[in-house]
């Protein structure tokens, strides 16, 4: 009889030993399918915040973009809308302009680098093809400036204004439509 008990008791360890092992497999299953859950979700979340920060700031779908250029390359009613612009380019001269001044008695100069910045292919090849007319025009201002008055900040955007009205003239005068969006002085040295 004593066997008995020794066989119930090991069979009890066993039982007890497989619901253990089976335990541990059912909470191993069970921490599996919370991270997978859980990964799920943070997906989700991660897509969602993707999507909805695309969304707001107006990134998106190339489709899409395509279409909203189409749409505003459209009036309201329908008619093209006016093209984009086209990139500004400049046109520097050379060699720079040099003018000299009497001021109390005492020679001053002048020299001065420009550039024209203009988006119409056109205007610069008639700024190249009628340079010397425009270069004397350029000198004929210069040289009825007054040396002080060009020592100021008014004075200096006064010149530019009255520089990009000279040029503008030359090439009207030339039969051409001048786009002259701005001159530039990209050297001013006074002395």
């Known amino acids: 009889m004593a066997k008995a008990p020794a066989k119930t008791q090991a069979k009890a360890q066993q039982d007890s030993e497989e619901n253990t092992a089976a335990g541990s497999a059912a909470a191993a299953a069970k921490k599996k399918k919370l991270l997978l859950i859980a990964a799920v979700v943070l997906l989700a979340l991660a897509g969602g915040g ?29 008619e093209h809308a006016t093209p984009a612009r086209a990139p500004v380019t400049y046109f520097p001269f050379e060699p720079p302009f040099l003018t000299n001044f009497v001021v109390n008695g005492r020679p001053r100069y002048l020299q001065l680098s420009l550039a024209v910045a203009s988006r119409d292919q056109a205007t610069l090849d ?40 000279a040029i503008k003239q030359v090439l009207e005068k030339e039969a051409v439509k001048p786009d002259v969006e701005r001159v530039l002085f990209t050297n001013f040295v006074m002395q």
């Open 50 to 78: 993707t999507f909805a920060v695309l969304h707001f700031t107006g990134g998106g779908d190339e489709d899409e973009k395509v279409e909203t250029a189409a749409a505003d390359a459209t009036g309201a009613d329908g």
């Open 126 to 165: 008639a700024l190249q093809k009628h340079m010397p007319l425009v270069r004397n025009r350029v000198v004929m201002l210069l040289s009825g400036e007054q040396f002080d008055l060009l020592r100021t900040r008014a004075g200096r955007d006064a010149l530019q204004t009255k520089l990009q009205d």
